[in-house]
């Protein structure tokens, strides 16, 4: 009799282990596989890997100055980037900007970024505003070498910084993170210096931040600029079109509406920017994840041959133009894998699986998962490797973990 009481006792102790062990490791596995939409620079190397920063004003909170190398850009110059994209949002813009030096005057051998002397001073010189996303972005988010690049040219001033932040920031522009339709909202890092006359747009829910230390030999101390003057250079030498003058509404400063900045780049070698649309609509399209340019873009503008800001130049343009896309390597390491020659024919819409039947409630990462889930597999192809490796996982544990629990119990 005592030892049926003693057998029951043990298997209970079994069952509830199995009960709470159980759906916490696979809880855990889902912790793992949402660490990574949406966006992160690719080339200057960026300070981490990490797409999914909400906070900001960079990927990570602290630089300890030695960890990633500063890369050197050319004052004065054009000097060509490139970004990727691991969960792509249509009409998403993107817009680069340019910190304090944080070495001037900096005894410590290390930063907090999120302080006001770093996050502020990016808003005093944004170095380009109103990026469009490539409407035929459709990374899948665990295979970093499906992450989609793009590519721009920024003008770089006559600045002297020994370690500044080349600063990326992605709005999510879409209704689904929070940006109702034919509304604006303005980034809260602007906002949040805009203290003489307050915005009155409501502030971006979404925001990705990414952060590159860069090193730049010019003339003029940053530290000693009030602001970079970023109009006079975008139309003089950089010629950027998307500014107030061509729609003050549609292009204001660090102001974005709903799915506005929606473009698309080349497929050859540079994944350059080619064409400029309008601001995508319920009429033409309401997928959060996927707008077919076939069926959803109306061009504003084609890109001039011979603009300047998808002029290939400096190193970062090499990345661009000649390397694979690699998962990211710490220590300022750039891809170096040349692509294969001839190059891949241009990706075709109608080969792609629609993911416009995923429903996303608000724009936390996990949420797309937790729906993926739920949608079964009605959902986008890069969703299916989720639910299998899950899947594989939960077999794992009902085979292997379970057998364990009853050996030592029972
Ligand atoms: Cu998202």
Not at 197 to 218: E, F, K, L, Q, R
Not at 279 to 298: G, H, I
């Amino acid at each position: 009799m005592s030892s049926l009481s003693s057998f029951l006792s043990r298997m209970t102790v079994a069952k509830i282990l199995l009960l709470t062990i159980t759906p916490l490791l696979l809880q855990q596995q889902q912790i793992v596989y949402v660490v990574n939409g949406h966006v992160r620079i690719e080339c200057p190397p960026p300070l981490s890997g990490n797409t999914d920063e909400k906070v900001g004003p960079c990927d990570v909170l602290e630089d300890d100055f030695s960890s990633t190398p500063a890369f050197e850009l050319i004052p004065n110059s054009l000097n060509t980037i490139t970004w990727l994209e691991s969960i792509s949002h249509p009409g998403a813009p993107t817009r680069f900007a340019l910190s304090s030096d944080v070495i001037e005057n900096n005894d410590n051998s290390r930063m907090i970024l999120d302080s006001n002397i770093v996050g502020n001073s990016f808003e005093s010189c944004i170095l380009l505003d109103h990026v469009p996303h490539d409407a035929y972005s459709q990374p899948n988010y665990r295979n970093e070498s499906s992450w989609h690049r793009s590519s721009i040219t920024l003008w770089i001033p006559d600045i002297k910084c020994e370690r500044c932040y080349l600063q990326l920031i992605s709005v999510m522009s879409d209704v689904q993170h929070g940006v109702p339709s034919n509304t604006k909202c303005i980034y809260e890092g602007t906002a949040k210096v805009q203290t003489a006359t307050p915005s009155t747009y409501p502030i971006c829910p979404a925001v990705y931040h990414s952060c590159s230390p860069v090193t730049i030999n010019g003339t003029i101390p940053r530290n000693s600029l009030e602001t970079c003057h970023t109009m006079n250079f975008n139309d003089d030498e950089l010629q950027w079109p998307l500014t107030p003058k061509l729609n003050a509404d549609l292009y204001e400063p660090s102001v974005y509406y709903n799915r506005g900045d929606v473009g698309i780049y080349s497929y050859d070698g540079a994944h350059t920017l080619t064409q400029i649309g309008t601001p995508l609509t319920n009429d033409q399209c309401t997928s959060p994840n996927y707008c077919d340019p076939q069926t959803s873009f109306v061009k504003l503008m084609d890109v001039p041959q011979n603009a300047p800001y998808t002029t290939m130049i400096g190193e970062c343009s090499i990345v661009a133009t000649e390397m694979i896309v690699e998962p990211y390597k710490p220590g300022g390491i750039l891809p170096s894998t040349p692509k294969q020659i001839p190059m891949i024919a241009p990706k075709t819409v109608t080969t792609t699986t629609t993911t416009s039947n995923i429903s996303i409630g608000d724009d936390d990462d996990r949420d797309h998962i937790k729906k993926s889930f739920g949608d079964s597999l009605s959902s986008g192809s890069h969703h299916l490797t989720t639910i299998w490796a899950v899947d594989a996982f939960s077999a794992l544990s009902v085979f292997v973990f379970l057998p364990t629990v009853f050996f030592f119990f029972c």
